[in-house]
Nanobody
Framework: QVQLVESGGRLVQPGGSLRLSCAASGGTFSNYAVGWFRQAPGKEREFVAGINKSGGNTYYADSVKGRFTISRDNAKNTVYLQMNTLKADDTAVYSC???????????????????WGQGTQVTVSS
C-alpha cells in the first residue's frame, strides 16, 4: 500500500553529520507511525528511532540518544533522521519502516511494522 524509499547514506568521517530521508508514496502518510532501523553485517537488526503519526512523540535507542533526531514533514510525505557526532559503530544499512497507527504511539520492534524501504548505506570511517 505504502512505498518507502530511503536516501542520503554515504561515507562520513567520525564526528561528522548526515541526514537521511525516507520518502513515502501510495498511502495517507499522516496515518503511519515510522521507525528507523539499522543492520551491520553479521549483526541483528536494531531499532534506532521512532516517531508517531503526528510527529509529536519520538523515541530513541540509548546508543543514539542525544546524537540523532527523527522528524517528519507530513506535507512532504517524508521522515528524516538527522545524525550527528557519528561514530564507527554507527556504520550500517539504515532502513525506514511504517505501520498504520490508530493509537498515536511510537513503535520500537521490527515486528510492529508492515512496510519497509530498501535501505541506504551509512559508513563512518577515517
Amino acid at each position: 500500500q505504502v512505498q518507502l524509499v530511503e536516501s542520503g547514506g554515504r561515507l562520513v568521517q567520525p564526528g561528522g553529520s548526515l541526514r537521511l530521508s525516507c520518502a513515502a508514496s501510495g498511502g495517507t502518510f499522516s496515518n503511519y507511525a515510522v521507525g528507523w532501523f539499522r543492520q551491520a553485517p553479521g549483526k541483528e537488526r536494531e531499532f534506532v528511532a521512532g516517531i508517531n503519526k503526528s510527529g509529536g512523540n519520538t523515541y530513541y535507542a540509548d546508543s543514539v540518544k542525544g546524537r540523532f533526531t527523527i522528524s517528519r514533514d507530513n506535507a512532504k510525505n517524508t521522515v528524516y533522521l538527522q545524525m550527528n557526532t557519528l561514530k564507527a559503530d554507527d556504520t550500517a544499512v539504515y532502513s525506514c519502516a511504517a505501520v498504520v497507527s490508530y493509537s498515536g504511539g511510537v513503535y520500537t520492534r521490527a515486528r510492529n511494522y508492515d512496510y519497509w524501504g530498501q535501505g541506504t548505506q551509512v559508513t563512518v570511517s577515517s
